[in-house]
């Protein structure tokens, strides 16, 4: 190469090079400001995310404004930043108080709050953002009198920014304000940030305002149900003293009276009136223990000593105790007692309870000659006593409110019948506790009243239970008998006398068994032995008879999917029956079981009831 | 796992193209046509043959030359831009740039797609730098044609042409920097060595971290007519600024390297990770047809070197740059091609890489 040719082609290659150079610092320049537009994105990103963190955590009215003003004027860029808003004073007024940052409290501390000045009454009216480059040349600055402007010793501000913060409603809470020396400081992007900021702030504050009214709300309730409690055990404290203080001295008019009436007879006149004694000290000692059963029962306390009881003997024992009573009425008192009427399962002491409170309450309100009649029946799954009298009857309007505490007909001074109107209320209540129900019925005053208390059965295996002593054995349910020839059960429980015993009793009237310990077992059998029937338990391990169901209701109808089904178990709650049912039972039969009522049971869901001997 | 070797792209022409273009008076000529898919055709068998994973077209249609192809026949240019001198006396004049905008007239990505016709193996393709264009813009100037815009309007057509030849699924996309040399050459001070760079790196800036890594650049002392323009140049004053290249691949040339040692201790300082170095092995000038055991010995010599991970291997040059070149037989250079592949196989058992 020549050299006036490599001159001409270095020239050449260094005066490109200018230009790759150029386009260099035009790429680094382009580089740096995407990268500081980047960074910039970032760092408000941050800024945002920070403030969303922040405000979420407050629940502290205090912390939280200062946090949004302090986030607000970081994003925004100003110098300083207030934040003014309205608290609801006591009166029912509202009062303002601010949050600065950027700048000491000091320094706004002579000039007052802003008044409702052109410049910022906008804000405070909630009619959106006011960006102004330099105040000064604003035509809405220094209109007011005194400053007309700033007034001296004011931070210097040309760069002014404002958002108003609004709760959803549209309900101004305050206004956020920011402030620079320099002129034309913020941006359309700090405009749209502070927009943005002044929305996550009104919810925060809105939540801190629902969190400190629920607080106080539930330290309220706490306080009042404090006080109940408190109130409560007085009251118990109350009673018990009250009923102790009372029993005394009836323990010695009634132990006086008694033993009196034993020793040498007196005259009629002193025997009739240490039997009226006696009378009436047992009367106010019933009294008394009605007060205090009426406490325990509301209060919770009442506690039901539960075993098999024969309402036949309950209702004998009550008869024979008011027997006396009603006969001094010459009240004619008809019972009625069906030999079909099983136990039921309950607190023997209550029950009786429950029969006196009612023959008591028809002797008391049935007018000599009168007629009381008692009826204990077995009605479908439940037993029924109705006593029924030719009484004074209950108005219509009385009827809904008899079995409320202390209600009587006649509250006057002069009432003609006496006692403090618990006994019916505790009869409802402790009819209520063994599941059962109780109504009464009037055709009107004069037209006597009829109670009916429904109790569910409880019917129990023979050889199982205690007795009670007052009511005796209970009588065997005799129903006429029922084959199940021909018919296959799929009996499935993991407790192998329950097993037993129930195999016992299908093949003995003539059913076909077959036996599952278990879901997986029972489904094996399903598909074998097609059963017309399944009896299942419910608790049973890895799978219960709840899944178990579901499983075979999966199924198809050609695989045993519709087989009618029998929930066998030992809850017997209202739920306990929903939930089998839910699962696909046709019938929940609580345990222990009736095993006549559970042949009925199956004979009735397969459509085959025949009588033995047919 | 195997050592990574790959061609530089060129293959001589066959005769009859080369005589048939004389003929014709420019390659461009449609009637070159058939002899044109031909020569590829070969190309792309018998670079199958020689066993290399990598294969090119041969750059059979690139006319005139590695360089000036994308501008060819512009009547924007005219023939009086500077001249190349090489060693052996012949001299090639570059066209000179009269006007703007500047587009290229035809671009490498379409090579590549007549290739993929032809092979399933993976394809290389070389696509010259936008240094190299650069040159083609002359000292004095352009009326109403700014230096600035060309530069711009230079790298808007770098960047498409290989992002084409990426989205076509080229294996790597080589930039053709044989003028890295001339710059240290033409300018001591090594400042247009330093823009030359820049230029490469404006343009490889416009690409994703996974793009970079499929692109290479490709320095040489030049290679024609077996003989070389600038290898008298001081190569470790042009590797230290070519590694700063953000790229992933770079294609050196070694076998022809009188020092090769001290070539390799220069990489060894400058080598950044993750930069992938083909050292060549083949010197295509060199008459003489290596042997797979020399080519074994000089990569187990570059190992030493160059972490095995980021060492693969490679021709030093093309073999015939420009189109007319015929100085060295397509049999030449394909057995060449087999010892680069079979002597690399050989250095990576010996090295415990199989």
Known sequence: MSDDEEARLRSAALQNAKAILAARHRADDELRRTK?????????????????????????HEALVQAITDAATEVTGAQFGAFFYSVPDPSGGTFQLYTLSGAPREAFADFGHPRSTPIFAPTFRGDGVIRIADVAKDPRFGQWAPHHGMPKGHLPVCSYLSVPVKRRSGEVIGGLFFGHADCDVFTAKSERLIVGIAAQAAIALDNARLYEEARHAAEAERAARAEVERVGLMKDEFLATLSHELRTPLNAVLGWAQMLLSRAPADADSRRGLETIA???????????????????????????????????????????????????????????????????GDPHRLQQVVWNLLSNAVKFTPKHGRIDVLLQRVDSHLELTVSDSGIGISPQLLPHVFERFRQADSSTTRTYSGLGLGLSIVKQLV???????????????????????????????????????????????????????????VVDDEVDAREMLEDLLVEIGAEVVLAASADEALVALARARPDLMICDIGMPLRDGYQLLRAVRALPEAEGGKVPAIALTAFARSEDRSRAMLAGFQVHVAKPIDPQELIITIASLVGRVRSAES | MPIPTEPIGSIPRPIALVEAIERAGDGLDPHLEPLYLDAI???????????????????????????????????????????????????????QLTGGPFRYQRHADAYLAAA????????????????????????????????????????????????????????SVQIDFTEGRLAVKLDPTGELLTRFIDLNNLGAARFSDAERKRIGVHTCPGGDRDSTHSAD?????????????????????LAGERERERVLAVIREHLRPGQLIFVGVIAPIDPRIETPDIVRDRVIEASRFIPLDQLGTTDDCGFAPFSDDVSTSRDTAFSKIRARVEGTALAARVLGME
Not at chain 1, 446 to 459: D, E, I
Request: net charge negative; aromatic share 6%.
């Open chain 1, 36 to 60: 500081d537009a980047l960074e910039e994105e970032t760092r408000i990103l941050e800024i945002l995310n920070r403030t969303g963190a922040a405000l979420a955590s407050h629940l502290d």
């Open chain 1, 279 to 345: 009378r009436n000290a047992r009367a106010q000692a019933q009294l008394i223990e009605d007060l205090l059963d009426m406490n325990r029962i509301v209060s919770g306390k009442i506690r039901l000593d539960v075993q098999r009881v024969s309402l036949h003997g309950v209702v004998e024992a009550a008869v024979e105790t008011i027997r006396p009573s009603a006969e001094a009425k010459q009240l004619r008192l008809r019972i009625t007692i069906d030999p079909g009427a099983g136990p039921v399962h």
């Open chain 1, 432 to 490: 209520e506790l063994h599941g059962g129900t109780v109504r009464v019925d009037s055709p009107g005053e004069g037209k006597g009243s009829t109670f009916v208390v429904v109790l569910p059965l409880r019917v129990l295996r023979e050889h199982e239970g205690r007795t009670h002593p007052i009511t005796g054995p209970t009588r065997t349910l005799e129903v006429a008998p029922v084959s199940l020839v021909g018919i296959t059960v799929l």
């Open chain 2, 41 to 95: 055709r070969d190309t792309l068998s018998r670079f199958e043959a020689t066993g290399s994973p990598v294969i090119t077209d041969g750059e059979q249609r690139k006319f005139h030359n590695f360089w000036t192809y994308p501008v060819h026949g512009s009547p924007l240019t005219s023939p009086e831009g500077f001249k190349i001198p090489f060693a052996a006396g012949h001299v090639r004049r570059m066209p």
């Open chain 2, 116 to 171: 993929k016709a032809f092979t399933r193996l993976p394809i290389k393709q070389a696509v010259i730098s936008p240094s190299a264009l650069s040159l083609l813009y002359p000292a004095e100037g352009i009326p109403d044609y700014p230096r600035e815009q060309f530069i711009e309007e230079l790298l808007s057509e770098h960047e498409g042409e290989v992002r084409r030849c990426l989205e076509l699924g080229a294996s």
């Open chain 2, 233 to 253: 140049v001081d190569y470790a004053e042009l590797l230290p600024s070519l590694l700063q290249l953000e790229v992933g691949r770079f294609y050196v040339s």
